[in-house]
């Protein structure tokens, strides 16, 4: 079946460095992939989307390009917030009106 | 536009009793989907409703059980409470049935506590 995996946390940084949270996948066909962001308390909000490989989604300075040859789909920022800090969670959409499946989520915390 | 809307936002059960939670999507959105959220086990899909008939079903026990009303709003129930079903429980909604297109949108979740 299809499944995400992505790198465990917790990931600590301090403010302005470099984000890369890593998350590959296994699906049959040609999943679309996610990035979901839960702020403490909150449910997840959608951060970026890529739905064909090659695709680069973008939001608030965040960026994941879907690599169809390697299956992997890594979040990427070239400078954290404090704001930042929060659960990320990657997953997927498999062809034919498939669930939502998640990976297990990493937590970042950007320390002033 | 108002975004999707869990009730309640917190829920106090015992052992043993039976819960509803509802989820009322987005305006327009037929696709609701529910899953747990607990820290051992992470995201877990319960089901999805399309435009009322269940589309799609996780790999869960009997005594959770949905549906999904005319106006697509859903309710969740979960009968004979165990400890073990404490949890936060997210409701998403998607516009149609290209979800894989469209993504979902998640409420702020019941978070129940069953003692």
Same mark, same amino acid.
């Given at each position: 079946?299809?499944?995400?995996?992505?790198?465990?946390?917790?990931?600590? +940084?301090?403010?302005?460095? =470099? &984000?890369?949270?890593?998350?590959?996948?296994?699906?049959?066909?040609?999943?679309?992939?996610?990035?979901?962001?839960?702020?403490?308390?909150?449910? +997840?909000?959608?951060?970026?989307?890529?739905?064909?490989?090659?695709?680069?989604?973008?939001?608030?300075?965040?960026?994941?390009?879907?690599?169809?040859?390697?299956?992997?789909?890594?979040?990427?920022?070239?400078?954290?917030?404090?704001?930042?800090?929060?659960?990320? =969670?990657?997953? +997927?959409?498999?062809?034919?009106?498939?669930?939502?499946?998640?990976?297990?989520?990493?937590? &970042?915390?950007?320390?002033? | 536009?108002?975004?999707?809307?869990?009730?309640?936002? @917190?829920?106090?059960?015992?052992?043993?009793?039976?819960?509803?939670?509802?989820? *009322?999507?987005?305006?327009?959105? /037929?696709?609701?989907?529910?899953?747990?959220?607990?820290?051992?086990?992470? #995201?877990?899909?319960?089901?999805? @409703?399309?435009?009322?008939?269940?589309?799609?079903?996780?790999?869960?026990?009997? /005594?959770?059980?949905?549906?999904?009303?005319?106006?697509?709003?859903?309710?969740?129930?979960?009968?004979?409470?165990? #400890?073990? %079903?404490?949890?936060? @429980?997210?409701?998403?909604? *998607?516009? %149609?049935?290209?979800?894989?297109?469209?993504? @979902?949108?998640?409420?702020?979740?019941?978070? #129940?506590?069953?003692?």
């Amino acid at each position: 079946g299809n499944s995400v995996t992505q790198m465990e946390g917790p990931v600590t +940084l301090s403010e302005e460095a =470099f &984000l890369t949270i890593n998350c590959t996948y296994t699906a049959t066909g040609y999943p679309s992939l996610f990035w979901y962001v839960q702020y403490p308390g909150e449910g +997840l909000q959608l951060l970026l989307k890529a739905t064909k490989a090659d695709d680069k989604g973008s939001n608030k300075g965040f960026e994941a390009t879907y690599r169809k040859e390697t299956t992997s789909f890594h979040l990427e920022k070239g400078s954290v917030q404090v704001s930042d800090s929060a659960v990320y =969670f990657c997953a +997927l959409i498999g062809s034919g009106n498939t669930p939502l499946v998640f990976g297990k989520g990493t937590r &970042l915390s950007v320390i002033a | 536009k108002a975004g999707v809307t869990q009730t309640p936002r @917190y829920l106090i059960k015992t052992r043993g009793q039976q819960v509803t939670l509802s989820c *009322s999507p987005i305006s327009g959105h /037929r696709s609701v989907s529910w899953y747990q959220q607990t820290p051992g086990q992470g #995201l877990q899909f319960l089901f999805e @409703y399309f435009s009322e008939t269940q589309r799609n079903k996780g790999n869960f026990p009997g /005594r959770f059980s949905g549906r999904q009303f005319s106006n697509s709003r859903s309710e969740m129930n979960v009968s004979t409470l165990e #400890l073990g %079903d404490s949890a936060l @429980y997210l409701c998403a909604s *998607s516009l %149609d049935g290209s979800t894989a297109f469209y993504g @979902y949108t998640f409420g702020s979740g019941t978070r #129940l506590t069953v003692v």
